[in-house]
């Protein structure tokens, strides 16, 4: 089986898996030690995807938030997060993924994230494109900060991660300002119906296939400091048309 079909459909498994308790009262929900929130679904989800990928590729590294990393490979190692934007998913809104991603010495060649309650998802190969639904997608061709959609997870962070200048400037000059979130966000840069996503907080597995995602539909990666990594606690996707811009705000 090609990988970025095994990625689609072990993503659609553990989808399923949330949707049995997605907008379902009296779901358990446990506050971690770093005050995020995690439920049943968020475990067993990742339980799912760590066995399909353990009967595949038993010696394979695998990265979790949920549950740590384990495995003995030095090559290849699966990136997962069972449930990104939790938070939404507590609340009901759909906008939360299921986000998988493969490391082969170091670069990530594949990814992929899924939303359950969409029934939308999209996946990447390095070098093969990014696939909505099946069908080839694209970032925008938006060419202007005044004409631009900028996106956020949470605005309130961006303090102390970004200068006061940069962040007002960013939000100054686009013309829409929306806080579609976490993974979501991603998705819309990758699929053209945004054009720049902030995302203040991360770690990465909540990074990891993004970057590819957003590269391979023609769009760029990079962190708060304006350097091309996934591999950072900050993460900006733009289309190509943007990127140089939105760096020299950040490098003002």
């Not at 990742?46 to 090559?75: A, P, V, W």
């Not at 029934?119 to 990014?130: D, F, M, P, V, W």
């Not at 769009?219 to 350097?227: E, I």
């Amino acid at each position: 089986m090609e990988l970025r079909n095994f990625l689609e459909e072990i993503a659609r498994g553990a989808g399923e898996i949330t949707l049995r308790y997605f907008n379902k009262p009296n779901l358990e929900i446990i506050t971690k030690s770093d005050a995020s929130p995690v439920t049943r679904a968020d475990r067993e989800s990742e339980e799912y995807l760590r066995k399909r990928i353990r009967e595949q590729f038993s010696n394979d590294k695998i990265l979790g938030e949920e549950f740590g990393e384990d495995g003995s490979s030095e090559t290849r190692r699966w990136i997962v997060d069972p449930i990104d934007g939790t938070q939404s998913f507590i609340r009901g809104v759909p906008l939360y993924g299921v986000m998988i991603a493969l490391e082969e010495s170091g670069i990530i060649t594949h990814g992929c994230v899924h939303f359950p309650a969409l029934n939308e998802i999209i996946s990447a190969s390095r070098g093969h494109g990014s696939f909505w639904n099946g069908e080839r997608c694209r970032v925008s061709e938006i060419d202007r900060m005044e004409d631009a959609t900028l996106l956020a997870t949470d605005f309130r962070r961006l303090e102390g991660k970004l200068s006061g200048a940069a962040r007002d400037t960013l939000i100054r000059k686009a013309k829409t300002v929306r806080g579609w979130g976490d993974c979501y966000g991603h998705f819309l840069v990758a699929t053209g119906r945004a054009d720049i996503m902030l995302d203040p907080k991360v770690a990465l597995w909540d990074t990891a296939p993004l970057g590819l995602i957003v590269e391979e539909a023609g769009g760029r990666a990079f962190d708060f400091s304006g350097n091309d990594t996934v591999y950072s606690p900050t993460l900006i996707t733009t289309n190509s048309k943007l990127a140089f811009e939105v760096k020299e705000i950040l490098r003002a």
